[in-house]
């Protein structure tokens, strides 16, 4: 089974996302901003992290930037999921090494279709 | 609504796409037509149903348009789109090269354009390998309001997310507010006209490709056959129909048989003496 870490400073997006995962049968684990992911990440690397964008203490550019430039940090499979909806910031996120991204509002079949593409 | 007027709709949509709606679909009838009652000052569904007969066409293609059309999404299910990618098109690659230097690919219930735009995404990415080879895509629907968005080329954001790799998204699309648009360059290689299966297509030409997904499975088994006939006469000999993943064509034609790599690819029951001519 894989891991996947969601990091979102939403409960509610938290308790949606893990559903959606679990039903997939990832084994999840939560955080709540950029630094307690990557305290989590220097701890366990999970196999995909689904990654907010604006949350307090440490936005999700500035995790994953730190992310891939720490060692066994080029491994997880980063999907963003946020309200920054514009070409910019998707660039953006491509830029520093996210590998998918969400525009919210999303569904599960969004949810879904993202995470199986991940593997393939 | 009235038993007998589901039954006239039901019929209605069979005559004139060959959908079979059964009558477990009268909800869906009702949820779909209300909205086209309002719309050409019907009290309800049950009294379009009464004036469908003697309609006027816009009514009967509103209808049919209604009853019709389905949800699409970019690389649906995406091993055909594998498939497509790494076994037919080096195959006709190679086999255009030594004829006429011609791909011709079909999509025959392309909706609102999700799987014609999809086919040249991945032909563009693949430019190098077919360079010299002239490649058409023509994607056919009956329902001109899909056919409509198709042409235009403007998806929602949910519709962008529903398959398409994001970087596909930042490469192909062009953003505006909430809306998505498609490349000109995308958009010049699809070739978009109305076509209904049930009616003669021969004047399609021959084709080397036919993405017909999800679509025999609205058919009652004499239409199926009738349609894989059809395909079967304007594809030719090597070339491949696509169909859904969960369908199959055994009890409903030998004409095609399964070819390997994807569940729902199918060749000419001779392509393989054909094949084995070509290569000689």
Not at chain 1, 40 to 61: F, Q, R, T, V, Y
Not at chain 2, 8 to 34: A, C, M
Not at chain 2, 127 to 145: H, M, V, Y
Request: aromatic share 10%; proline share 2%.
């Amino acid at each position: 089974m894989k891991s996947c870490l969601v990091v979102d400073d939403s409960s509610v997006v938290r308790k949606v996302a893990r559903k959606i995962l679990e039903d997939m049968e990832y084994i999840v684990d939560e955080a709540e901003d950029g630094q307690e992911a990557y305290d989590k990440c220097k701890h366990e690397m999970p196999d995909a992290i689904l990654l907010d964008w604006n949350m307090p203490i440490k936005s999700g550019l500035e995790f994953l930037k730190d992310l891939r430039g720490f060692v066994g940090g080029d491994k997880p499979k980063v999907v963003f999921c946020t309200t920054e909806n514009d070409v910019g910031h998707i660039a953006m996120a491509l830029k520093a090494g996210a590998n998918e991204y969400i525009m919210k509002p999303f569904d599960r079949e969004i949810l879904e279709s993202k995470f199986e593409r991940l593997w393939s | 609504m009235k038993e007998e007027n589901n039954f006239l709709i039901s019929k209605f949509v069979q005559n004139h796409s060959g959908i079979v709606l059964g009558s477990s679909k009268s909800y869906l009838i009702e949820t779909r037509l209300t909205p086209i009652a309002e719309q050409f000052g019907f009290k309800d569904v049950d009294e379009l149903a009464y004036g469908l007969g003697s309609a006027a066409s816009d009514l009967k293609n509103a209808v049919i348009d209604a009853m019709t059309t389905n949800e699409s999404f970019f690389f649906r299910d995406n091993i055909p789109f594998e498939a497509f990618e790494k076994i037919m098109l080096p195959e006709l690659i190679a086999t255009a090269r030594k004829t006429n230097n011609k791909i011709r690919i079909w999509c025959a219930a392309a909706s609102t354009g999700q799987e014609p735009y999809s086919l040249a995404m991945i032909l563009l990415a693949n430019k190098r390998l077919w360079s010299g080879i002239n490649i058409e895509i023509i994607g056919t629907d009956l329902s001109d309001l899909s056919l409509e968005r198709a042409k235009i080329g403007r998806y929602t954001q949910f519709e962008v997310q529903r398959g398409l790799p994001v970087q596909m998204l930042v490469e192909h699309f062009k953003q505006e507010g909430t809306a998505w648009f498609i490349s000109d360059e995308i958009k010049n290689m699809v070739k978009f006209s109305k076509s209904n299966l049930l009616e003669p297509f021969g004047l399609l030409g021959k084709m080397d490709i036919v993405f017909c997904r999800n679509v025999l499975i609205y058919f009652d088994t004499e239409t199926k056959a009738k349609v894989v006939k059809s395909v079967y006469d304007i594809l030719r000999l090597d070339g491949y129909l696509v169909l859904g993943g969960a369908e199959t064509l055994l009890g409903i034609s030998d004409l095609m048989e399964r070819a390997e790599g994807y569940r729902g690819l199918y060749r000419s029951a001779g392509a393989k003496n054909n094949l084995t001519a070509l290569s000689a």
